[in-house]
């Protein structure tokens, strides 16, 4: 092989490197996917139902308790409008999980609480409930979820 032919075989190679790091680096989320939730802004850009066997896992929730005691109301008839959720994809672009963040009295001046589903064959799983101002899912991954 001569100089010429091991230049243009490199070049093609070098090219092949980066045009495939450019479409590794371009999948993941979808683009739709909101990754980012604030206090501030409470609104979930592309609500989503929240399914009832989610609902129920809220209703044993100690601060849902804590506000359904409060304003005596029964668990089974806890209001959906205190919730909004989010679809996201953390481990599968097959399952649909969710981030599901407080509303009306359930949300604080400066905090609100965010939990994190995810989708199991026997319904959905809490996996992180944390009050804080802000919650962003990146795409770092650990035992492979987001």
């Not at 304003?71 to 953390?90: C, V």
Request: proline share 7%; hydrophobic share 45%; net charge negative.
């Amino acid at each position: 092989m001569n100089i010429k032919q091991t230049a243009g075989t490199l070049l093609i190679i070098v090219v092949l490197i980066i045009g495939t790091a450019g479409i590794a680096q371009r999948k993941g989320p979808d683009a739709s996917e909101q990754t980012e939730f604030s206090a501030e802004d409470s609104a979930v850009k592309n609500p989503v139902p929240v399914p009832a066997d989610v609902l129920n896992i809220l209703r044993k929730d100690d601060l849902v308790r804590n506000i359904l005691e409060d304003q005596k109301i029964p668990a089974e008839q806890m209001p959906a409008s205190w919730f909004s959720a989010s679809a996201i994809h953390l481990s599968s672009p097959k399952r649909e999980d969710l981030v599901v963040v407080a509303e009306g009295p359930l949300a604080g001046g400066n905090v609100v609480t965010f939990w994190v589903f995810c989708a199991t064959p026997r319904g959905y799983e809490l996996v992180l409930m944390a009050p804080a101002h802000d919650l962003e899912v990146k795409n770092t991954r650990w035992k492979g979820h987001r």
